[in-house]
């Protein structure tokens, strides 16, 4: 039951004096305002309304119920009001420091909805390259850790999210190579994108996998492309050049839209977590909480990686 919903229609039939005209003020069925009511009965445990064939009248419960109700849904209109002045009236320029690819993939998509609840308060990104502590330049850094270590230090943070670095190729390459379905194939029959003096890989089984499987470790020997760069990873692979190793949170949207496929799926090649870390001050700039609170909605850390739901 939503009880904010049962609530605010219990009032409306009361000062309506009947469940039709609440149901077509609320548009509403009458049958569905019944139903809220009853479960509200249910729910405190006691007869709220006596229904009459001329008029609704409340019991002594059900007066006094209202004007404890009427006075919460005041408390809470005032509340409503009080935080969207507070948002139209923040103002200023919120310095975030971002992995590359997390900013291009998952951040900037978000600015939208932001802006649209902070107009006034504006946001300077940069992303030049991996973040793994905290910059005293920026009000808020996202920082990426391997694993779930992150460095000690004079600063805040607070985990967002789990990612997952994970194999991806795209339809093409593999309808020309094949899937690979042992992590023995990767050396011997595809090709693989590496980083710059990157030799050795090692695949973990993912968490639920049977418990006899092994880390692999291997040297890939077919490596057409050798880069540090994301945009250049994602779009050779998307193109169908080989197979390469990029953050879940990176390859989602491609996967779901069958741009990319993930290879071998309940394999990774390592665990990271997402980190917003921000200066500790006694007092937290009103702008920098606003972000923090922003980012703590869209991503609610629940202890799973939010972009493989849909690729295993």
């Not at 057409?224 to 197979?243: D, K, N, R, Y």
């Not at 702008?287 to 703590?296: E, G, N, Q, S, V």
């Amino acid at each position: 039951m939503d009880r904010l919903h049962s609530l605010q229609v219990f009032c409306r039939v009361i000062d309506r004096q009947g469940f039709a005209a609440a149901a077509r003020e609320m548009n509403l069925s009458p049958s569905v305002v019944t139903r809220l009511i009853n479960d509200l009965e249910a729910h405190v445990g006691a007869r709220l309304i006596n229904r009459t064939t001329r008029r609704l009248v409340l019991t002594e419960a059900g007066e006094e119920y209202l004007e404890q109700v009427r006075r919460i849904l005041s408390d809470l209109e005032e509340a409503e009001a009080s935080v969207r002045s507070a948002s139209r009236s923040l103002s200023g320029h919120l310095k975030v420091l971002a992995p590359p690819a997390f900013a291009t993939y998952q951040l900037a998509p978000l600015l939208t909805g932001f802006r649209r609840r902070y107009p006034k308060l504006t946001v300077g990104l940069s992303a030049p390259g991996p973040v793994e502590s905290l910059d005293e330049g920026f009000d808020v850094s996202l920082i990426t850790a391997r694993g779930d270590s992150i460095e000690s230090g004079d600063f805040v943070a607070r985990r967002l999210a789990r990612a997952h670095v994970v194999l991806c190729a795209s339809p093409a390459y593999l309808a020309r190579h094949g899937r690979p379905t042992a992590p023995e194939q990767l050396r011997d029959e595809h090709e693989m994108l590496t980083a710059p003096l990157a030799q050795d890989l090692t695949l973990h089984p993912d968490r639920g996998m049977p418990p006899e499987l092994k880390p692999y470790t291997f040297t890939p020997l077919h490596s057409p492309l050798a880069t540090s760069q994301m945009e250049v990873t994602m779009a050779a692979t998307i193109a169908g050049l080989c197979i390469a190793a990029m953050p879940s949170y990176a390859v989602a949207q491609a996967i779901t839209e069958r741009r990319l496929e993930r290879v071998l799926p309940g394999w990774h090649v390592f665990q990271m977590a997402i980190y917003a870390a921000m200066p500790s001050r006694k007092y937290l700039p009103a702008k920098t909480r606003a972000f923090i609170d922003f980012l703590l909605e869209v991503f609610p850390d629940d202890d799973r990686d939010p972009w493989l739901a849909g690729s295993q």
